[in-house]
Structure formats: structure tokens, C-alpha cells
């Protein structure tokens, strides 16, 4: 089966930096544009970043542009989210998402389990 296992959240101060990796198994990752989603306590989940298939193409929400960055590694089957200038409303559970057509379009067909992101000001 499909899984998609996150790593690298942890405790940081306001300013620092983050990189969360995200290793898929059970399908064949290159075809699959990737994504990642937060979630902070009380509020709905939000789109962060996607990537296309072959990392040619990314995007990103607007209150992290310029400040993070999403990046894959088909050979590794791989993706990562490069978190610089970290916010306390950065906090948030974030999750790694993959789906065969598009993260963006509806609701991503395989998540993982999340890891926590925690900014302290």
C-alpha cells in the first residue's frame, strides 16, 4: 500500500530554519505531482507548497513565498520542504500529500501522517 512518511519537525525559534522530508513507498513516485499541507490547532488545513512531476514547476502559498521551498528527489523517492525565516504562525502539523492528476485540484488520494512544526517567538 501506499504510505508517505514525514520527518524533520521539531521546536524552533522565530527566524530559524526547518527542512521537512517526506519518503513515499508503495507507488511509483515519479509520475506523482507532490504537495504539502498544514494544519495549526483550530483552523482548517491549508495548501503550503506543490510540485510537479519532474520538479520543473512549484507553488506555493502566498504567506510563504520567498520564504520556503519544495524540492524532490525522484531517485530517492523523495520530496522536501525547506523552511527559512520561520514565523510563529508557522506552527502547524504538516502533512505530505501525493495524487496521481494534481494536489490542487481536489483532495490529494494519499497523505501522510504528519509532523509537527513548532516556532516559538
Known amino acids: 500500500q501506499v504510505q508517505l512518511v514525514e520527518s524533520g519537525g521539531g521546536l524552533v525559534q522565530a527566524g530559524g530554519s526547518l527542512r521537512l522530508s517526506c519518503a513515499a513507498s508503495?507507488?511509483?513516485?515519479?509520475?506523482?505531482?507532490m504537495g504539502w499541507f498544514r494544519q495549526a490547532p483550530g483552523k482548517e488545513r491549508e495548501f503550503v507548497a506543490a510540485i510537479s512531476e519532474n520538479g520543473g514547476r512549484t507553488t506555493y502559498a502566498d504567506s510563504v513565498k520567498g520564504r520556503f521551498t519544495i524540492s524532490r528527489e525522484n531517485v530517492k523517492n523523495t520530496v522536501y520542504l525547506q523552511m527559512n525565516s520561520l514565523k510563529p504562525e508557522d506552527t502547524a502539523v504538516y502533512y505530505c500529500?501525493?495524487?496521481?492528476?494534481?494536489?490542487?485540484?481536489?483532495?490529494?488520494?494519499?497523505w501522510g501522517q504528519g509532523t509537527q512544526v513548532t516556532v516559538s517567538s
Open positions: 508503495g507507488l511509483t513516485f515519479g509520475p506523482y505531482p
Open positions: 500529500a501525493a495524487d496521481r492528476v494534481s494536489v490542487r485540484v481536489s483532495i490529494p488520494a494519499y
